[in-house]
């Protein structure tokens, strides 16, 4: 297995910054951080490919979070900068250990394989 755990969440103002941790059992092929707000639909945050370090971002945090990756500790980062009160959710970091490695599955949730508790981000205004 290569199950990821996150940690890092909390409370922050908005225009601050917070940094989530993945560290990871194994290696996989590819991670990814997604978000929840309860009642509404998982998120596609962010995706990196463990191999080459390339590196997806969702429009709508893209200039303000960035994904990176140490190999070394096998652990992938989320760095979020400028929060803002809508980034507010439960962070959720993935794995994808087997199959090919695809840009266009890396938003999708289902093409994952093994997630995470989650970690709460909460931005007040």
């Known amino acids: 297995q290569v199950q990821p755990a996150e940690s890092g969440g909390g409370l922050v103002q908005a225009g601050g910054s917070l940094r989530l941790s993945c560290a990871v059992s194994g290696r996989a092929l590819a991670m990814g951080w997604f978000r929840q707000v309860p009642g509404k639909e998982r998120e596609f945050v962010a995706a990196i490919v463990w191999s080459g370090g390339s590196t997806y971002h969702a429009d709508s945090v893209k200039g303000r979070f960035t994904i990176s990756k140490d190999n070394a500790k096998n652990t992938v980062y989320l760095q979020m900068n400028s929060l803002k009160p809508e980034d507010t959710a439960i962070y959720y970091c993935?794995?994808?250990?087997?199959?090919?490695?695809?840009?266009?599955?890396?938003?999708?949730?289902?093409?994952?394989?093994?997630w995470g508790q989650g970690t709460q981000v909460t931005v007040s205004s």
């Open positions: 993935a794995t994808k250990s087997r199959g090919l490695v695809l840009r266009s599955q890396l938003p999708v949730g289902a093409h994952y394989d093994y």
